[in-house]
């Protein structure tokens, strides 16, 4: 498993991004702010060196976790982020209906 208190979170205006990097290599979920209250997961993006490691769940983790303590609802667009929701039933307080 990664060191999830290595992601850090980059405010791009009406985006932003979650990024883990290690190594030179780097992975990235990427979402569209939808108003005050949602974003939008639309991309996430884990290099081969990272795969099979939790490295795109601790993402999604962490924006989910984001989301509850900012009061927001996901939506995840992103096919990854997307199933990562239904393997994790215990987000559904923070997915948009």
């Not at 992103?78 to 948009?96: G, H, I, K, Y």
Request: include cysteine; hydrophobic fraction near 40%; aromatic fraction near 8%.
């Amino acid at each position: 498993m990664i060191d999830a208190s290595r992601i850090e979170f980059h405010d791009l205006g009406t985006k932003g991004r979650y990024v883990y990097a290690d190594g030179g290599e780097e992975a990235e979920l990427t979402f569209t702010k939808a108003g005050t209250s949602q974003i939008i997961i639309d991309h996430t993006e884990v290099p081969t060196a990272f795969r099979g490691k939790g490295v795109g769940q601790a993402l999604v983790a962490h924006a989910v976790e984001t989301a509850r303590m900012q009061g927001l609802k996901i939506t995840p667009l992103c096919p990854f982020a997307a199933s990562q929701f239904r393997r994790n039933p215990e987000w559904q307080d923070v997915l948009a209906r």
